[in-house]
């Protein structure tokens, strides 16, 4: 036992001994007793061979692939595409718009990504609406554009919206142009779908002693720091931020922009009969749409103030005109009845025309059949003038241009709730 | 044991022990003694030494004490940029603004810098001067979204030439940093010029106290590039920006700050403001020798870019802004970025540069 | 007389020094000269290995832009025959420059399994380890280079492994050697080499001006395995050469045509087993040398006292022309004494029993459909962020070609490819790359990882053909995916606050990322101008630099996933998006 033990010490020790060491035990030692020159010539080959494999490491090195590092693709031709960004469209997304807005935006807008060979301004025009780009162009830089549709129109306008849609509102675009100084200019661009709609929506919001401009086209009037329009089916708002010269200059530029940029329309067939045969001014000349002197029935009426602007009354010459002469007839029957259930008969004119006088006014209003028109006074002070008005307003229609007379038509029916016409 | 022994041993008396055994003994104890003395000593030690480290005040030497988490708190040593920043003294009988229009840089460099003074009211011999250019992206100089480096390169020739003992050359990229100084030519301008290029590895960043600013009192920048360093230049492109509206001189030192910065886009305006605070510059250069005027700061087409053979010099990184604002990237008349304003109102520099003494020349 | 090793003395160095070159160079005792001692074969297969080790660790090292300019990044994937035979079978093709493994696969067929023992770094690797660690005494190296029959093992493997090939699954980058080191320096080491290095010797970082320390899915476990499989040294000497290396088995298996081999030459040998203290093969030189498993090291030829061994051309076997007996010591061959007691002395094909390889190739037959129809692979589920770099083939070629050397993850300067997780791909797309735009992102005008990639996983592209410009316009830029809003977490669709850093660092031209100015009065008063963004999905391109920069950056408002990418055709988006060109 005892030696078995000394053994295991003795052995214990010397592989103690051993364990000692960091590295290896016998590392290079070797038990080989011959040695021949011919392996240090195969050596010394092996390793003429690697020397060999450096320098074709090291050649490859300096030799780049040049496409590796050719940075001409980066700079060469324009975007894959070929679309490009039309700077100023933006717009507001599409959650703004309320309801229905989406498909309406989508089926008005381009859907496709343009081509490479498309224009790029249709992208852009779809935005800006009717707004000329000329806009822009002035002193006053050009804000963002907004689009509005009749259903979500009450965002931007809450509570006059009603009003516009009572024309036919199609779409409305507003832009607020800023200066560098603060002052701005909002402008709003009503697309009313027909001229008389425009012109209605213009006159409807005219004080009566506000003068309009009538010219080539457009009917106009300037109001301190704010401005109106009307041309084609377009009616616009100008409203400046201050009454400063800067602004009031800038509507006018403004207006003079819009005034000759959009386009016009072919005017109403009522303002042959009340211009050019009864000799009244064009910017006493009105339209309403729906609803005249309040008569539910009333609906695509032309109105004439006969008025002088400073004077107590309120005399209106109207004229509708209808599909054919029962149409007619009856609209004149609608409007006696209307005009007698707010006062009393009050005999008829030497023409056989009804009149009626109204219980608190004291004024004399009547309405009469004539083939496929309508024609009527509305608050003449007299009978007699209620006449007068009524003999011309006949002859004026007999002596209409045959031209005149077919492209007399009713407007289509206003549908419930005031959509597109 | 058997029971024999056992009798056997009781019967037997045991030898009294002699006197040399028991001085054996004593000595033994003596030992023994020491010993314990030692083992003792060590082990107060030990324990003393435990309950000074875990009990003594914090403020004793050698104490770990930490009563309520402080101490354990990460702090990092902030640093600070000189006092006044790396300005020269004002000098009023020169121009502020210096514009120079042509094709050889050098020399519009040079025409430039002679209208605020002339170089070596900048640079002196012995300065060691950062020059920080825009390497945000890896992209060809020629799409413009990159300082130029044949800019790069004269500005280095210049400052060398004025004296500099070491010219160091710094930025931060958006994308990879190896790539971008590479692809945008400037690690080629650098070293053929002689200048030295840092990398920003992450041990060359430190946190940088800019008191008074309202975003960025103290957050990490690239600290390595300014260690020894007196004088700094800033060199930009001009470049359209969707959300600044313009990136230029002043936006230019973004480029130094670390850490998280892309959430300072949610006032972009007041950390350009900040930047303007944080670092007051030698003197800025423009580089307008391409203008960038759509689809920046990246770019990325040969269609956005368009030539400007301009160079501006100024001490006021705003005017020199403004400056391009108006005459390169045209848009005089529309309203500047507000961060012209927001710095202006801290005393950083000019916006109006029409007020200013502006110098312009034309080199070939 | 007796040397003394340098490593062993502790005595002054100096002096240690000077008395071991003086051993060395004195003349050998059979009166060859010092040279033919000091600079032996072995000694030249010392240089070998050190050179190639080297060099394959230079070549990682220079897998970098600013270094990379013609470099053979991935010179020693293109040596590797069993990658190119692999790739041959799953494809049908030899991509670029795998031809170059010829030249290994010639030298194999002359000599043996050369590769293995002179040429190969992870061997390199393993015997370095297994020779500094090693503690044993003479009697346990020879016992611990025996041959066991777990060494049959890498033969299963290889079959299994190329079976699968056969149908489209390429798995031998799992344990081929050159990819499983390759991955691990790139993913493991490198990563640590950079960080421990000091400031002073950042020029020869493997990463420099890395702004941030590079990160890797799984890099621990490739660490761990790495050391796991280099510390079995300690256990058996080149564990994994002789138990797991499938190219080892696939070099074995074409070394039995093997014209040169070693020869023991039963007059001299005394079967003492010295032979065997340093065989790196275990390839049992001692008595029938098995030549699927011999390296060529020449250790044998070093440690035999009766120089009975020799390394020679197409040696025929003996044992038949011995007369005499054997056992009773009367056995004498061309006219000399037989002294050893083992006559074989070759046995030439891989020591596999037939029923064996049979089971191989049913193990082979069964993994393929084990691992193709797990989820995470297939056209009907894949993972949307499975992104594969730019130029990859589509997903069923790309697992054909894919050996997840990691030369692209290597190669990449912005971190975003990363080695795929057992989740992301199953275990057929283990290690294989994906990008992770939360560490990186795609640089618009880079492709270095097209430039790397030996088999052709990711195909060769310039930079017109990635970016779509010069001759591809027709075809559009290679899209790696589809970017997508999470309106809930963008600060200014739903926190009314000004951001829009996605649209400012969108590389392409126009921009993919617009937006609609809006300018709101927030709820504490204040008026801000908000720049809300939306994609314009026909010029994203999926570089993903948007989600790196989106400052959301737990769950990033803005994200790309793998759909709308252009390399495959079931996986586009738009109407009219294109796939890669391959139209006719």
Request: hydrophobic share 40%; glycine share 8%.
């Amino acid at each position: 036992m005892t030696n078995r033990v000394e053994a295991r010490e003795q052995s214990g020790r010397k592989a103690g001994a051993s364990d000692e060491r960091v590295f290896v035990r016998d590392g290079l030692r070797s038990y080989r007793r011959t040695y021949r020159r011919q392996e240090v010539y195969w050596g010394a080959a092996i390793v003429a061979g690697l020397l060999g494999v450096l320098l074709w490491v090291r050649h490859k090195g300096q030799h780049p692939d040049p496409s590796l590092y050719d940075m001409s693709a980066a700079l060469s031709g324009a975007a894959p595409t070929g679309a490009q960004v039309v700077v100023g469209a933006e717009r507001t997304p599409l959650a703004d718009r309320g309801p229905g807005a989406a498909v309406q935006e989508a089926s008005r807008a381009n859907p496709a990504p343009a081509p490479a060979d498309a224009p790029a301004d249709t992208a852009g025009a779809a935005e800006r609406g009717p707004l000329p780009p000329e806009l822009a162009a002035g002193a006053f830089r050009e804000g963002k554009i907004g689009a509005y549709t009749p259903d979500n129109l009450y965002v931007k306008i809450d509570g006059r919206a009603e009003y516009y849609l009572g024309f036919g509102l199609k779409s409305m675009h507003s832009v607020t142009l800023e200066s560098s100084s603060g002052a701005s200019v909002e402008i709003e661009l009503y697309d009313l779908g027909a001229a008389r709609n425009a012109l209605g929506c213009y006159n409807g919001e005219r004080a009566p002693g506000a003068e309009s401009t009538v010219e080539s086209g457009s009917t106009f009037r300037f109001d301190r720091n704010a401005a109106f329009l009307t041309r084609g089916p377009y009616y616009a708002r100008f409203v400046g931020s201050d009454e400063t010269p800067e602004v009031v200059a800038e509507v006018q530029r403004l207006v003079e922009i819009l005034r000759t940029k959009l386009p016009s329309e072919e005017r109403p067939w009522a303002f042959d009969l009340f211009v050019d045969q009864l000799k009244l001014p064009a910017s006493q000349v009105s339209y309403a749409r729906e609803n005249a002197f309040s008569f539910g029935f009333a609906h695509d009426v032309y109105k004439v103030s006969l008025s002088a602007a400073d004077s107590q009354d309120n005399m209106e010459a109207f004229v509708a005109v209808k599909a054919d002469a029962a149409g007619a007839s009856s609209m004149a029957k609608q409007f006696q009845d209307g005009f007698r259930s707010l006062g009393a008969a009050a005999g008829q004119t030497p023409a056989g025309v009804p009149l009626f006088k109204d219980e608190f006014l004291g004024s004399f209003s009547g309405a009469t059949a004539s083939e496929r028109w309508v024609i009527g006074v509305n608050s003449a002070p007299s009978a007699e003038r209620a006449h007068q008005v009524l003999q011309q307003l006949e002859q004026g229609l007999h002596a209409l241009p045959e031209a005149v007379r077919v492209k007399a038509q009713p407007a289509p029916e206003p549908a419930k709730g005031g959509e597109n016409e | 044991m058997s029971n024999e022994r056992r009798r056997a041993r009781q019967v037997e008396p045991t030898p009294e022990p002699s006197a040399q055994d028991l001085e054996q003994q004593r000595d033994h104890q003596r030992i023994e003694r020491r010993a314990l003395l030692k083992g003792a000593l060590g082990l107060g030690g030990a324990v003393a030494a435990a309950g000074w480290v875990s009990l003594a005040p914090s403020s004793w030497p050698l104490s770990l004490r930490d009563p309520d988490g402080e101490r354990g708190k990460p702090t990092a040593a902030v640093r600070s940029l000189p006092e006044g920043g790396f300005r020269v003294p004002d000098a009023p009988s020169v121009a502020d603004l210096g514009v120079a229009h042509g094709t050889q840089l050098k020399p519009m460099l040079l025409a430039a810098l002679d209208a605020l003074g002339g170089v070596g009211r900048f640079i002196q011999r012995g300065d060691v001067v950062v020059i920080k250019p825009n390497v945000a992206f890896e992209r060809p100089a020629a799409l413009g979204a990159t300082t130029n480096p044949e800019v790069l390169t004269a500005l280095i020739e210049i400052v060398r030439e004025a004296g500099a003992k070491e010219i160091r050359v710094a930025d931060n990229p958006i994308e990879s940093p190896s790539s971008c100084f590479v692809r945008s030519g400037i690690q080629a301008a650098t070293q053929a010029a002689g200048a030295r290029l840092f990398l920003p590895t992450p041990e060359e960043f430190a946190l940088l106290g800019t008191p008074g600013a309202t975003w960025i009192e103290r957050w990490p920048f690239f600290w390595g590039p300014f260690v020894g360093a007196n004088k700094v230049i800033g060199v930009s492109p001009i470049k359209d920006h969707n959300l600044c509206r313009a990136s230029m001189t002043t936006k230019n030192w973004y480029g130094l700050l670390g850490g998280r910065r892309n959430q300072f886009h949610q006032d972009i305006h007041g950390i350009i403001a900040d930047l303007a605070l944080m670092l007051r510059p030698t003197f800025v250069v423009l580089d307008a020798t391409r203008v960038l005027f759509r689809s920046g700061p990246t770019g990325g087409s040969l269609g956005d870019v368009k030539p400007g053979h301009t160079v501006v010099v100024s001490r006021d990184s705003l005017a020199a802004d403004a400056y391009g604002w108006d005459n390169l990237l045209e848009r005089q008349g529309e309203a500047l970025p507000a961060y012209f304003a927001k710095s202006a109102a801290r005393q950083l520099g000019q916006p109006e540069w029409r007020k200013l003494a502006l110098r312009e020349v034309n080199i070939g | 007389m007796k040397r003394l090793p340098v490593l062993q003395s502790v005595q002054s160095a100096p002096r240690a020094i000077a008395l071991a070159a003086q051993n060395a160079t004195k003349p050998n005792r059979d009166g060859s000269p010092w040279y033919a001692r000091v600079f032996r074969l072995t000694t030249t297969r010392i240089i070998t290995q050190a050179f190639c080790f080297g060099l394959f660790i230079f070549l990682l090292w220079v897998t970098w832009f600013s270094r990379l300019g013609g470099y053979p990044a991935s010179l020693f994937l293109e040596l590797d025959p069993l990658v190119t035979f692999a790739t041959a079978v799953s494809t049908h093709t030899v991509y670029r420059w795998l031809w170059r493994s010829l030249w290994i696969l010639v030298p194999t067929l002359v000599l043996g399994r050369v590769f293995c023992g002179w040429i190969c770094p992870y061997g390199t690797l393993h015997q370095f380890i297994g020779w500094v660690f090693n503690i044993r005494r003479n009697k346990d190296n020879i016992s611990v280079n025996a041959y066991r029959p777990i060494f049959q093992f890498k033969y299963y493997l290889l079959v299994v492994f190329l079976i699968l090939s056969a149908f489209g699954a390429l798995q031998i980058g799992l344990l081929d050697p050159i990819c499983l080191l390759t991955r691990s320096v790139a993913t493991a080491i490198q990563p640590a080499f950079d960080t421990a290095l000091p400031d002073a010797l950042a020029g020869i970082a493997a990463r420099p001006g890395a702004p941030h320390p590079r990160v890797f899915a799984g890099a621990w476990f490739i660490g761990f395995l790495l050391i796991g499989l280099v510390g079995m040294n300690l256990v058996i000497p080149r564990f994994f050469c002789r138990v797991l290396c499938p190219l080892g088995a696939f070099l074995g298996t074409l070394s039995r045509f093997a014209l040169l081999r070693i020869d023991r030459d039963l007059t001299r040998c005394t079967d003492c087993n010295l032979c065997m203290r340093h065989c790196e093969g275990a390839s049992d030189p001692q008595e029938a040398l098995r030549k699927s498993e011999c390296f060529v090291c020449f250790n044998c030829i070093d440690d035999c006292p009766e120089d009975a061994l020799a390394f020679r051309l197409a040696p025929v076997p003996v044992h038949e022309q011995i007369i005499g007996s054997l056992k009773e010591g009367t056995a004498r061959l061309f006219g000399r004494k037989v002294i050893s007691k083992l006559p074989e002395t070759v046995l030439a094909p891989p020591d596999v029993p037939r029923r064996r390889w049979v089971f191989a190739g049913i193990a082979g037959l069964l993994a393929f459909p084990f691992l193709r129809f797990s989820k995470a692979v297939n056209a009907r589920s894949y993972s949307a962020k499975a992104i594969r770099p730019p130029g990859s083939v589509s997903e069923p070629e790309f697992l054909e070609r894919c050996i997840k050397c990691d030369q692209c993850i290597n190669v990449c300067p912005t971190n975003v490819l990363q080695p795929s997780t057992l989740a992301e791909g199953g275990l057929e797309g283990l290690w294989t790359p994906v990008m992770d735009f939360r560490t990186g992102f795609c640089q618009l005008n880079c492709t270095l990882c097209s430039e790397v990639c030996p088999t052709g996983a990711i195909q060769k592209i310039d930079l017109a053909r990635k970016l779509g410009k010069e001759a591809h316009v027709e075809a559009g830029p290679i899209r790696l995916g589809t970017a997508f809003f999470n309106r809930g977490r963008c600060l200014p669709w739903a926190m009314e606050t000004p951001c829009v850093v996605c649209e400012e660092v969108c590389p392409t031209s126009p921009k993919a990322i617009g937006t609609y100015k809006q300018e709101i009065t927030r709820w504490d008063g204040k008026k801000v101008l908000l720049n809300q963004p939306y994609m314009r999905p026909e010029l994203c391109i999926g570089c993903g630099i948007c989600e790196h920069e989106c400052p959301v950056q737990d769950d990033p408002a803005v994200y790309v996933t793998a759909i709308g990418e252009s390399r495959s055709k079931d996986r586009s988006l738009l109407l009219g998006s294109r796939e890669t060109p391959t139209k006719t």
